[in-house]
């Protein structure tokens, strides 16, 4: 675990290694393909976000940046704050920060269950597609809420559930190659965590948020331009088959060419997703 992590709490000590380890290198190197992979969800979530001049902003989960500079773009120069718990991921987002101008984003390698904000700081919380690997995701909101002034709202992007991604769907069960791999149970971090509107209403809820609304959107998951910049992509996520020997990795391998060029469109490489645009507010506090 990166030294760069001030506290994390000892339930998010494996997504901490993960995402500050291989896997977050993985992401962080192909910053430009993830980023691409999501784009078309990236107007939906800004239009729910609704950013306004002089807003600050904290953007959970953040990546390799990509929503802590749009945000700055919107809000002209107020703060942004972008936390993430991947080192390799923050580099690539300072670096390309920095390569725009952007003065008014900094970002923090810091886990946003226990980090201590600044209370009742940002007027707008927002998190593409990095809410869901929270532990205990009330306590998180808890913490994100106590950040956000009274009246702030709080802006998530999180997928449907696995059923209607195909993106993940597919490519997962070729890499395993028809290994059975760990399936993800209801109450734990991972992709899948907040795809139940209930799940949403009641975490978001007990967290001290008003009710939450929540917007279903299915957008294509453009996994690549062409069908080898595609299998270049997906065919990194080496953990999910390094097991394999070299005769079941080829094998695994060839597939997986297969599925991404029937994948293949006029378009790019585009697989079916789904997900909600969760959107809630802090109450006023009371006079």
């Not at 901490?16 to 969800?41: C, M, N, T, V």
């Not at 239009?47 to 773009?73: F, H």
């Amino acid at each position: 675990m990166s030294a760069g992590i001030v506290h994390v709490d000892p339930a998010n000590a494996e997504q901490a290694r993960a995402w500050d380890g291989d896997e977050g290198a993985y992401w962080a190197e192909h910053a430009e393909s993830f980023d691409r992979a999501l784009h078309a969800y990236q107007r939906p979530f800004l239009d729910a976000a609704a950013l306004q001049r002089g807003e600050r902003v904290l953007d959970i989960g953040c990546g390799n940046g990509v929503t802590s500079r749009a945000a700055a773009r919107l809000t002209v120069g107020s703060p942004v704050l972008g936390v993430d718990l991947s080192g390799p991921m923050l580099r690539v987002a300072r670096r390309e920060t920095e390569r725009e101008g952007l003065d008014s984003v900094r970002y923090e390698q810091a886990d946003a269950q226990t980090h201590p904000f600044p209370e009742a700081f940002f007027d707008v919380a927002i998190s593409r597609a990095g809410s869901m690997f929270f532990a205990d995701p009330v306590a998180a909101f808890r913490n994100i809420a106590r950040a956000l002034r009274p009246g702030g709202r709080l802006v998530l992007l999180v997928w449907q559930d696995l059923a209607r991604n195909e993106w993940f769907r597919s490519v997962s069960a070729l890499l395993a190659a028809g290994r059975e791999l760990p399936t993800q149970q209801p109450d734990e971090p991972g992709p899948f965590s907040m795809a139940d509107p209930d799940v949403v209403r009641q975490r978001l809820t007990a967290a001290g948020f008003g009710a939450p609304q929540l917007t279903g959107l299915e957008r294509p998951m453009r996994l690549g331009r062409n069908a080898e910049e595609a299998y270049r992509f997906v065919s990194g996520m080496v953990w999910l088959f390094e097991d394999l020997d070299p005769a079941g990795r080829a094998r695994v391998l060839d597939a997986l060419r297969a599925d991404i060029e029937a994948h293949l469109t006029e378009e790019g490489v585009l697989y079916g997703s789904a997900a909600w645009i969760v959107t809630a507010v802090r109450p006023s506090t009371p006079p």
